[in-house]
């Protein structure tokens, strides 16, 4: 049975994405557990070390100075970049099951995007309520832009897994996969148990019958002359 091209085309986007969902919110959690006060540690070391700031630079570093501040921005910023750093390894093990043709990698590419929906959800909420607000007028339209582009991506590749990826094609090729793998461990389970088991034949030395065998009788007549 030949591979359904999808079973590629989403193993491949879910590797991606995995690694790069996981690289951005390892950062993410990263900036929320240093908190406003290590994010200002981190730029003076940067412009102490000579590697000067450009405006926009600092423009955006004091927004997130300013955004995590704020209690419940950096709290719900940690919770959710850790859930998304756990998700995006169920990610990467869904992309590469699909490659491997394993059945149970729709099973994970479902529960990421049961996540994902919901996740990216809460991120505009915060990025919205807390992070527009401090960004000055020029920059807050690119951001509200980058950020419009981003949710897309998040929700159209969950919304796309969960409608395109577990088709009847892509279910039937696991399905035979899956039998075929069960086939061959039964197969080469009844062989080894086969080379295992001792046959039929003469019983040795040690617990042969040990009783000489009986005499031969002379068919020969007695003598009985005087």
Not at 119 to 136: F, G, W
Not at 177 to 201: D, K, N, Y
Request: hydrophobic content about 50%.
């Amino acid at each position: 049975m030949q591979r359904p091209t999808r079973i590629v085309v989403f193993g491949v986007l879910c590797l991606i994405m995995g690694a790069l969902s996981g690289i951005k919110n390892t950062m993410e959690a990263g900036l929320a557990m240093v908190g406003a006060d290590g994010l200002e540690q981190m730029v003076g070391m940067m412009e102490g070390m000579g590697q000067p700031l450009s405006a926009s630079q600092r423009a955006d570093f004091d927004v997130q100075i300013k955004a995590h501040r704020k209690p419940v921005y950096r709290v719900g910023q940690a919770i959710e970049s850790l859930g998304s750093i756990i998700m995006a390894m169920v990610l990467i093990a869904a992309g590469l099951g699909l490659l491997r043709g394993r059945a149970w990698s729709l099973k994970l590419a479902r529960w990421w995007a049961f996540y994902a929906l919901p996740a990216a959800a809460v991120s505009v909420i915060l990025s919205v309520r807390y992070v527009l607000p401090e960004m000055p007028e020029a920059s807050a339209a690119g951001g509200m832009i980058n950020g419009a582009f981003m949710l897309i991506m998040l929700w159209v590749f969950p919304v796309l897994l969960l409608k395109q990826l577990p088709s009847k094609p892509v279910k039937d090729y696991l399905a035979a996969l899956e039998a075929h793998r069960a086939g061959t461990s039964a197969i080469v389970g009844t062989q080894s148990i086969a080379h295992t088991t001792p046959s039929a034949g003469p019983l040795p030395p040690s617990i042969a019958p040990t009783n000489p065998p009986p005499t031969p009788t002379s068919s020969q007549p007695a003598d009985t002359t005087w």
